[in-house]
Each structure stands twice: as structure tokens, then as C-alpha cells.
């Protein structure tokens, strides 16, 4: 039997992008009192890293699955950790933007795959989430660089926004589907 835990990843995903668009839309531009973002990007980021190591060392789902929604986890899950890590010790967020961009950059190329290869249940939907996530890690330098841009803060705000709900309906249904019981 196949243990599956890629709903609890998508769900999780999905919560740690929405809070990332709230953080960007509220938040980014006011430096003081900004510790109360900090539990939630942990927790979000602690189960990202820890179930996209799982998947990462374990190969419990097909094989190009593996890696597009473990290692993209890894990646969110620090990304995440570090976020939180940043705003507690009230450090500059542009290094961690940076980052962003190689972790955007893989989202970006699977998606593209994901598409062209027809993988997944849904592959037209799982694509875009991941060419959207991909877009916000990659252009989140600029956000952060520019954060007092409104214009640029909606944008990333939209994207994330945009991009947690393709994620949350995608593991909504995958909850809906896991539960079917095979007799």
C-alpha cells in the first residue's frame, strides 16, 4: 500500500503562499511589529521541510512526482523557515529573495513539463500552480527590493493569491479522492 501525503503538502502550500500574499499586502513595507508573522511561517515551513525530505528520500509516489512535489517542498519548506528566522532576528529579506529565484525557476520548468508531459490528474491546473509559484519566487526580489511600490505588491499579492488557490483546490480534491475506499 502506498502511503500518500502530498494532500497535507498541498494544503500546506496553499496556506504558506495565502500567508506570504498577506504578509507581502499588509506587512512588507512596515519594518516594526512584523513578529507576529513568524509562528506561521514556521509551521509552514517546518512541514514543508520535513514532508518534502520524506518524499525526497523515500520515493513513496511515481517517479517524476518525487521530485517535482518533494524537492519543491524542501525549497518552499526553507524558504519559509528562513522567512520566519529573518522577521524574528529582523534581518533583511532581499538574500532570501535572491533564493527565490532558483526555487522559482525549478516551479517554472516543471510547470512547463508538467504541462507538455500531460502529468497528474489534472496537468493544465498542477502546471500553472507551479509556472505561478515559480513567477513569485522569481520576480520577488523586486518586490522586496521595491516594496514600497504598491503596484509591485499587488502583483506579488495576486500571484500568491492566484497560485494558493490552484494548490488548495488541487488538494481539496485530492482529500475528496483519497477518501474513496477501495474495497
Same mark, same amino acid.
Given at each position: 500500500?502506498?502511503? =500518500? ?21 499588509? =506587512?512588507? =513595507?512596515?519594518?516594526? =511589529?512584523?513578529? /507576529?508573522?513568524?509562528?506561521?511561517? #514556521? ?24 521530485? #517535482? ?18 522577521? #524574528? ?26 504541462? /507538455? ?67
Amino acid at each position: 500500500m502506498m502511503i =500518500d501525503y502530498l494532500t497535507l503538502m498541498l494544503i500546506n502550500m496553499s496556506a504558506g503562499l495565502f500567508l506570504l500574499g498577506c504578509f507581502i499586502w499588509r =506587512d512588507l =513595507d512596515t519594518p516594526e =511589529d512584523i513578529g /507576529h508573522w513568524v509562528p506561521a511561517f #514556521a509551521v509552514c515551513g517546518l512541514i514543508a521541510a520535513i514532508t518534502g525530505f520524506a518524499i525526497t528520500f523515500t520515493w513513496p509516489l511515481p517517479q517524476p512526482y518525487n521530485s #517535482a512535489f518533494g524537492e519543491t517542498s524542501v525549497l518552499l519548506g526553507m524558504l519559509l523557515l528562513g522567512l520566519a528566522l529573518a522577521l #524574528a532576528k529582523r534581518w533583511s529579506l532581499f538574500p532570501l529573495a535572491i533564493y527565490a529565484v532558483f526555487a522559482g525557476i525549478v516551479g517554472l520548468v516543471l510547470g512547463v513539463r508538467i504541462i /507538455h508531459l500531460g502529468l497528474t490528474a489534472s496537468p493544465i491546473l498542477s502546471g500553472i500552480g507551479f509556472i505561478l509559484s515559480g513567477a513569485c519566487g522569481v520576480l520577488s526580489p523586486l518586490v522586496v527590493w521595491q516594496r514600497q511600490r504598491k503596484d509591485l505588491r499587488i502583483l506579488g499579492t495576486i500571484g500568491l493569491f492566484a497560485a494558493s488557490a490552484i494548490w488548495a483546490l488541487t488538494g481539496y480534491m485530492a482529500y475528496w479522492m483519497h477518501m474513496a475506499v477501495q474495497k
